[in-house]
């Protein structure tokens, strides 16, 4: 079945297809470790990630780079600000982002950093003003010269045809609206880290590093670069005039961008101060499996608003799916098959697939798999799953998984990291009742809760009825739910 992809530079759905065989390359901007990244940052991430493991579930052979911006502005300030060098700064937020990531099951591309790449960088900024792409100006600043590449504007749509021709910007983010011979290389200020290199002292912009290091990594021309869609102008923009006028070749195939995260209408961000980390979030006792999901419920290219109503429904969504695992999984169904649920598996596995080869469609994958545990469960009810169903079924529900990486009950052990980390930061008093209840209720391992849940059947089979009391009594203090079922005792976390 043919991926059909949303290709920003195009505006238009598009089959997508690797330039080269089998083999997709795949480079995404990454994070700027200044600070803790908040949960609208990582609905970008998520994004890129169902991105990458739909590719490796298609078959194709992924190679995905993504740089960490460990130099521009905000992080020579804030480094400052706590008094620290950038790169014991940068090392801190960089681990926080890849614990984040971790929990939040992203799948980790080869990493590239930017302050491991200044010599080539500068070499790069070296041959572009050799072909009179940049210019330097009297402090030793270099600055891409726009009126040279006159496709500037293509990705973003923009029509800069009345540019002020040598108008200059030296801040890594500037107005949507305004195009300027940007930043190459800064001159070093007092006080700012800064290296020495082929054309002098300084340090690189912002855009260069990704216009370097995805080349360097996946060569000139390569399938696809992502990011979130604020990045669509000025930084793609400026990373495809960089690239393309050093190489005289189309840089990039297909240009992925996600959209925003937003809360009460507004983008979610830093400087507007409406942001939730993912640590913020499970402090207050939610679980990283339902923000996940949450985050990757609306499909990419719509914003997503932000509510704990959603988080509240997400949570239930995986709590449903997990549910229906352990009863297909510990089930004693009667011997035989039944056509129809075999018929059901695979119509689904189906679905998600075409869901999400038009354009990654995430609700419609989510749906088409809650019709099939609605009917399946419906069937169990009335006696009509066989043990053979068990099987097409379950693998229905990896084959979703593989994409969505939400039914691994391995949230406790996350969490409390999180709250082990609160604690080393002085912040125990952020740690809600939820979460504390939360982690209460998981003292006991899963091969604990079995043994206990047996000792209390057999109490109960031998009519010693005060010890299978006392022992159902201790479980529900560990936050275990016992269910009777007509298959026998079964039991959950609440
Ligand atoms: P940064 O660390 O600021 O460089 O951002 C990392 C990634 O998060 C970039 O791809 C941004 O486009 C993306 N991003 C920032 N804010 C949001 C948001 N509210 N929703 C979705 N993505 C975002
Ligand atoms: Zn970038």
């Not at 790449?117 to 270099?142: Q, V, W």
């Not at 990704?210 to 060569?219: I, T």
Request: hydrophobic share 40%; aromatic share 10%.
């Amino acid at each position: 079945m043919a991926f059909r992809l949303f290709n920003t530079l195009s505006g238009k759905i598009e089959e997508f297809r690797p330039l080269v065989d089998n083999q997709v390359r795949m480079y995404a901007c990454g994070p700027t470790v200044y600070d803790y990244g908040h949960i609208g940052n990582f609905r970008t991430f998520i994004a890129v990630d169902i991105l990458h493991r739909f590719l490796r579930q298609s078959g194709y052979n992924l190679r995905h780079v993504m740089n960490i911006t460990d130099v521009d502005d905000k992080i020579i300030r804030n480094a400052a600000q706590a008094g620290v060098p950038l790169k014991q700064f940068t090392a801190k937020y960089e681990d926080a982002f890849l614990e984040d990531a971790g929990a939040l099951n992203i799948e980790q591309a080869k990493l590239v950093h930017a302050t491991d790449h200044i010599p080539e960088m500068a070499e790069f900024i070296a041959n572009l003003a050799e072909k009179g792409f940049a210019y330097r100006t009297d402090d030793g600043s270099y600055y891409f010269r726009i009126a040279k590449f006159p496709e500037y504007g293509k990705l973003s749509k923009k029509d800069f045809a009345g540019m002020e021709d040598g108008a200059r910007v030296d801040v890594d983010e500037y107005e949507k609206d305004s195009a300027r011979d940007f930043a190459l290389w800064k001159a070093p200020k007092p006080g700012e880290t800064s290296w020495d290199s082929r054309i002098g002292r300084g340090r690189p912009g912002w855009h260069i590093e990704c216009s370097v290091m995805s080349m360097e990594e996946l060569g000139e021309s390569f399938d696809l670069h992502a990011g979130g869609e604020d990045l669509i102008f000025p930084h793609h923009e400026n990373e495809i005039a960089q690239s393309e006028s050093a190489t005289g070749k189309p840089f990039v195939r297909f240009w992925f961008h996600a959209r925003f995260l937003l809360v009460e209408g507004e983008k979610m961000s830093k400087s507007l101060g409406n942001f939730y980390t993912l640590r913020d979030l499970v402090l207050k006792g939610h679980k990283p499996s339902s923000i996940r999901y949450l985050l990757s419920s609306v499909p990419y290219r719509h914003q997503l608003n932000f509510t704990f109503g959603g988080l509240q429904q997400a949570a239930a969504s995986v709590e449903r799916l997990r549910n229906f695992r352990l009863r297909l999984q510990t089930t004693n169904f009667p011997a035989g098959s039944n056509l129809s649920l075999m018929t059901l598996a695979n119509e689904t596995s189906a679905r998600v697939r075409e869901a999400l080869s038009e354009d990654l469609n995430t609700a419609q994958a989510q749906a088409a798999l809650f019709d099939m545990v609605r009917v399946a469960n419906a069937a169990i009810d009335a006696g009509e799953m066989k043990q053979a169903d068990t099987s097409p079924l379950l693998s229905t529900l990896d084959q979703f998984d593989e994409i969505f990486a939400v039914l691994n009950d391995d949230d406790i052990a996350k969490m409390q990291r999180i709250a082990d980390w609160a604690k080393s930061e002085g912040r125990e008093k952020d740690i809600s009742p939820e979460l504390h209840e939360a982690l209460r209720s998981n003292a006991l391992s899963d091969d604990q809760v079995n043994e206990k849940v047996e000792q209390m059947n057999a109490a109960r089979t031998a009519k010693n009825f005060s010890t299978s009391d006392a022992i159902r009594a201790e479980l529900t203090a560990n936050g275990i739910l016992i269910e009777q079922t007509k298959e026998g005792v079964r039991w959950r976390r609440k």
